[in-house]
């Protein structure tokens, strides 16, 4: 499986709603990542986990919450979330953070917030 | 500061025309330096990365380091080749990718 996986591929919730995005990969990479993309824009780096344990935290809001089960998992919780957090939500993997190591995108989740 | 820099929001071409899409980057080390590509309703794939130096679907890049560019170039763009093009710059001090605006490239019959 040399894939990243993201459920749903569509979200749409209220500001109100609590929700979870998830990410998964079967490459035996150990670093992964949540970006943000909204329209027309380029991907921004909201957090980094390294090994299972957060390496990067781009002061993101905590109405986003990041989790790491296992080396597969990743997920993004999200609560009382503002309209202005519609966008798509990609996930990637690679082998490690450092420089050599290519990153692997999924295809995304598109959130819509009401 | 540490930044990549695409002039061109969109770059439109006919088929079998050169192509070049520019990215300037500022930084103070040793840069490692991405294309990436978005194709319409596919994820955001690696193209190239300097360091390796190949060819991929008849792509290059080659990294200037006194003009501080990475420019993408294909001497024959076909119709296939649109799509949204990201250069990135591998930040060591942050230890992650920084993207660029991004051009769109349309490539015309």
């Known amino acids: 499986d040399t894939e990243v996986t993201q459920t749903p591929k569509h979200l749409v919730m209220g500001m109100t709603n609590k929700k979870s995005l998830k990410c998964e990969q079967h490459m035996g990479h150990r670093a992964m990542y949540w970006y943000k993309q909204k329209a027309k824009k380029p991907p921004e780096l909201m957090f980094v986990y390294s090994y299972e344990k957060l390496s990067i935290n781009e002061s993101v809001p905590s109405r986003f919450s990041p989790e790491c089960p296992n080396s597969s998992l990743l997920n993004l919780h999200l609560h009382a979330l503002q309209p202005e957090d519609s966008a798509l939500y990609l996930c990637?993997?690679?082998?490690?953070?450092?420089?050599?190591?290519?990153?692997?995108f999924g295809p995304g989740t598109r959130l819509t917030v009401l | 500061a540490q930044r990549v820099t695409q002039p061109e929001k969109l770059l439109s071409v006919f088929k079998g025309a050169p192509v070049e899409l520019k990215c300037n980057y500022s930084?103070?080390?040793?840069?490692?330096l991405f294309w990436y590509v978005q194709y319409s309703r596919q994820r955001l794939q690696l193209l190239l990365r300097h360091i390796s130096r190949e060819s991929i679907k008849g792509f290059t890049a080659d990294l200037n380091k006194g003009e501080t560019s990475f420019h993408l170039k294909k001497p024959f763009a076909q119709e296939e080749d649109s799509a949204m093009y990201y250069c990135a710059l591998f930040s060591g001090g942050y230890n992650k990718l920084i993207f660029g605006a991004g051009t769109r490239l349309a490539v015309h019959p």
């Open positions: 930084y103070s080390g040793s840069p490692e």
């Open positions: 990637a993997s690679s082998q490690g953070q450092g420089k050599y190591n290519e990153q692997f």
